[in-house]
């Protein structure tokens, strides 16, 4: 397969797939004339990077996932050590963005939006709470 098969294929634009090869996620095969040649195990290691990068895994988190793939003898605890520690931080940031938005609806509520230049908003940015030392 060429790059725009492969790319079509695993729902992955061919910059993506490009940049995947130049630090060494995936290793398609030259043609003679230089031309990537896609084998369909390159096109299941897109699609498995392709889902591992959409629930938010790292690069080097999908890294570790697709040696743990490849490893026949790894222990599964091994993979479910990385999918927790990354389920942590999604759990962390979705309690940070729930309190950015109890934060941010606070101010807007607050605000009259009228014509008038007091601002609740502006207000409460401008204020130091805990933040920059």
């Given at each position: 397969m060429n790059i725009g098969d492969v790319a079509a294929r695993a729902g992955l634009p061919a910059k993506?797939?490009?940049y995947y090869e130049d630090i060494g996620l995936i290793r398609p095969l030259r043609s003679d004339n230089?031309?990537?040649a896609f084998?369909?195990?390159d096109l299941h290691k897109l699609a498995f990077i392709?889902?591992?990068r959409g629930l938010g895994f790292s690069i080097e988190e999908c890294r570790r996932l697709l040696?743990?793939?490849d490893d026949r003898q790894r222990a599964s605890s091994d993979v479910k050590a990385l999918a927790q520690t990354h389920l942590t931080q999604i759990a962390a940031k979705i309690t940070e963005l729930r309190a950015m938005e109890a934060t941010l609806q606070t101010l807007v509520s607050a605000c009259a939006g009228d014509d008038r230049p007091d601002?609740?908003?502006?207000t409460g940015l401008a204020e130091a709470k805990d933040c920059c030392g």
């Open positions: 993506t797939i490009r230089g031309y990537r084998r369909e195990s392709g889902r591992a040696a743990l793939y601002c609740p908003i502006l």
